[in-house]
């Protein structure tokens, strides 16, 4: 049996390479930063070596070194332990000091720069969701202040509008705005007298056309704001166009079918004003009437109507209330029939006249608030003159030979205000 060679073992640090390219030395392993120096209690220093655990520890003395708020927490749980709690807030005192007071420089457009410390300063309380004023009531309230507007007492004038507050279609925010424009733009819509440049038609051909007009919105339940604007509608354009007679009912029913299409949900079909005017007009001429107005208003229906000022003045008659209502629209709708009142007075005049002569004529007391006053503009001196026509047609109603408002407001679902009041004889002595 064959003798096997025994090689002498490899030195360390040395190793075979493959293939039998030779062999080559290999370095010890130094200290390649894992090794830590840990100072014993008696003074002896020892190496150790940084295991996951370990490192993990000096992490988190590092950190604490870092971030003085854990160490202070750490050593409250330590001083507890040992001391009590009565040396926590000793300790906690030396920990923290007291920081220094900063100041705040508050700058002002209208104000001078003022310095406040910080330490000082209370919390500024934030206002509830109903305290908070918008912006545009902000800069109402700036703008009326500039321009030196005082307001009376609130004792005096009532804000009718406190309860739409959290109304969205109320719109308080802009309300009054809203109806001072109206105002300032009711007369673009006025007509003058007119009917000296008709040939054909008087003033007494008017009233039994309106008069109709009023039947008629009152037999297909339409919306009051569809009534003021056919009236409207007939009374420009009977200015701006000579009519035949023979025509005057035509224009009268493209005005009422313009304003249905304007105000209502629902417009009334051509077939039946057809059918009203037992067909004396077909359905071509009132849609061919319907176009000429248009052309001739120059689609401008956009218009402060009395209606519109009717609704606001009501809701300053406090306390409103159906009978109130009822009698103010009365009075209006008269004034609608008769031509003197359209051509004299201006919408926003003849609402706040009805308000007044309603008032009278139903003995509340005052006849004009300062609240009316307030917010329809006029005085009492203003408007006696109009509020006294109207009472003169109210004292006439019942010999008119137009009789629909008279009808309309003698019926119980308008609480018989024609039957259950009568005139004034404060104004009726004087009226026109």
Known sequence: MEARAVLPPEPRGGGKVKNGQGQRNRQVLGDIGNLDVVRMADGKRITRPITRGYHAKLLAEAEKKKNPVIALAENEV?????CGA???AEAHAKAIEKPKQETVVVISSDE???VEPVSERKPRERPSPREVKTLTAILTARSKAACGVTFKPEGQVVNIDAGDVNDAFALVEYIDDIYKFYKLTED???VNDYMKSQPEINVRMRSILVDWLIEVHRRFELMPE???LTINILDRYLSMENVSRRELQLVGIGSLLLACKYEESYSIQVYNLECISDDAYSSDQILVMEKS???KLEWYLTVPTPYVFLARYIKASVPPNQEIENMVFFLAELGLVNYPTTILYRPSLIAAAAVYAARCTLGESPFWSETLKHYSGYTEEQIMDCAKLLVGFHSAAAESKCK??????SSPDKVDVYYHCTPPKSLLSTSL
Do not use: D, F
């Open 188 to 190: 673009e819509s006025q």
């Open 404 to 409: 629909a408002v008279y009808k309309k407001y």
């Open 86 to 88: 009565k040396k926590v």
């Open 293 to 295: 107005i248009l052309e």
């Open 78 to 82: 330590a001083i507890k332990r040992k």
């Open 226 to 228: 569809t009534l003021y």
């Open 112 to 114: 001078e720069e003022e």
